[in-house]
């Protein structure tokens, strides 16, 4: 027989924990069945021998629950993007609905996980897990796959007994993060793509095409009039640069087209973030409105669960926060809190801090009056959602052609510039 360490709701709904003796983990999930325990999560205890015997308590240790331990280093740095956080979640909350033994299933699932970062985090997970930690605890111990918010929601969750609802919001979070970096990086492809095509063309025109004219012109076969010289001189001088400095070039305008995309794209993670690149995110043209709503529907959302799983305002927050994903409403975020550890009301603190418009302020402060905070902001996530995804069709809409007829004048001035005087001549 073996001692197995267990985590569960009772039928009042309450957390509990204890141990249970069992032949396997199968038979424990069984036994904790059958006295009407749900949400149970089963792992061997590390310290104890297979004994017919429990071992003696800590001092002070309650019988039958084990004692606390201090929490093991991290034992994962495999970072995960949302659209593998929200498949991890997804596989979770499969398991706790299905009611199995979550260690063995989750060695289970790990073996079908779409991607090498999945399954590497699933498997230090199910070796946490069967080592006696709850699961979040087990999260804990990855802090680079789980984000700050996801661990704090699951430690709410098994201390109210709502682990399967967390999973499930959490779920359906990671999959709203993920459509939003999807909505800007689709957004912005189309017009990248182009501009990449017209800087190819143009280069190959200076450095082939421009040379070929220019040793016609010395060779005296073309005359250009008086604008035309001046205008073909100055793309003489250009491809000459081109040509001379092509590696710089390529490497220069790669630069900025790399720089376009991470200013305009959000970071919701890595170390490369800086407050000024995520301020500018907010109010760049075009981008700037997108990223706004699509930071504000995060918030707005991580905040709804944070509420709903019954964690401190404060610290609701500060969490809320930093899954907007940007620094600067981060910042908004912190400064609320401290308003609300002050005793000011959810309203005022949103509105002292800043970044937070008016409508969200008076629906969040309606809502924490008439005890439907966690509703009323899950409606406004929906509400900036719908927003962010009009913007992005009339941006996309619009951008397109824009950048088409500017980079079609741009060939244009330059294709009529240098073959203009030929076929002038040729139709005269």
């Known amino acids: 027989m073996v001692y197995y360490d267990y985590r569960a709701v009772n039928e009042a709904g309450r957390s509990v924990s ?38 003696a308590a800590a001092p002070g240790a309650s019988p039958g629950v084990p004692s606390a331990t201090p929490s093991p280093p991290p034992s994962g740095r495999h970072a995960l993007d949302w659209n593998e956080l929200a498949e991890l979640n997804g596989q979770l909350l499969g398991l706790v609905r299905a009611g199995l033994p979550l260690a063995p299933s989750i060695a289970a699932m790990a073996r079908f996980m779409s991607g090498r970062r999945g399954r590497a985090v699933a498997k230090t997970l199910e070796r946490d897990v069967a080592s006696g930690l709850s699961l979040a605890d087990a999260l804990e111990r990855q802090p680079a796959a789980f984000p700050p918010l996801c661990r704090a929601m699951m ?5 109210s007994g709502s682990v399967e609802r967390v999973l499930s919001s959490l779920t359906d979070y990671s999959r709203a993060m993920a459509e939003t970096r999807n909505r800007v990086v689709e957004t912005i ?14 280069m190959f025109m200076l450095v082939k095409v421009v040379p070929v004219f220019n040793d016609v012109l ?20 250009l491809s000459d640069f081109a040509a001379g400095h092509l590696e710089a070039v390529f490497i220069a305008f790669f630069a900025v087209f790399a720089a376009i995309i ?3 794209v959000p970071h919701p993670g890595g170390r490369l973030r800086f407050l000024w690149a995520d301020a500018f995110r907010l109010h760049a043209p075009l ?4 990223n706004r709503m699509g930071a504000m529907s995060q918030f707005c959302r991580a905040l709804g669960m944070l509420v709903e799983a019954r964690t401190p305002l404060p610290e609701a927050l500060e969490l809320a926060g930093a899954a907007s994903g940007n620094l600067v409403v981060e910042a908004a975020g912190r400064r609320a809190m401290e ?28 809502g924490e009056n ?15 959602e719908s927003n962010a995804e009009r913007h992005r069709r009339w941006v996309l809409m619009a951008l397109g052609p824009v950048t088409t007829i500017v980079i079609g004048l741009f060939v244009g001035l330059m294709f009529f510039s240098v073959y203009g005087p030929l076929i002038a001549g040729i139709m005269n």
């Open 262 to 264: 991470w200013l305009c």
């Open 370 to 384: 008439q005890h439907t905070l966690g509703e009323t902001l899950q409606t406004l996530a929906g509400t900036y």
């Open 18 to 55: 204890g141990t249970v003796e069992a032949e396997s983990t199968a038979d424990a999930l069984c036994i904790l069945k059958e006295q009407g325990l749900r949400e149970v999560y089963v792992g061997r205890m590390a310290n104890r021998a297979d004994s017919s015997l429990p071992e």
């Open 287 to 290: 981008f700037g409105k997108l």
């Open 189 to 202: 492809t189309y017009p990248l793509v182009l501009v990449a095509a017209a800087f190819m063309l143009a």
């Open 155 to 159: 430690r709410a969750g098994e201390a």
């Open 218 to 237: 010395m060779n005296g076969f073309l005359e250009y009039g008086r604008p035309a010289a001046l205008i073909f001189g100055a793309w003489v001088s």
């Open 339 to 366: 308003q609300v550890k002050a005793g000011g009301e959810l309203g005022q603190s949103l509105i002292h801090a800043g970044h937070f418009d008016a409508s969200l302020c008076w629906l969040a402060q309606n």
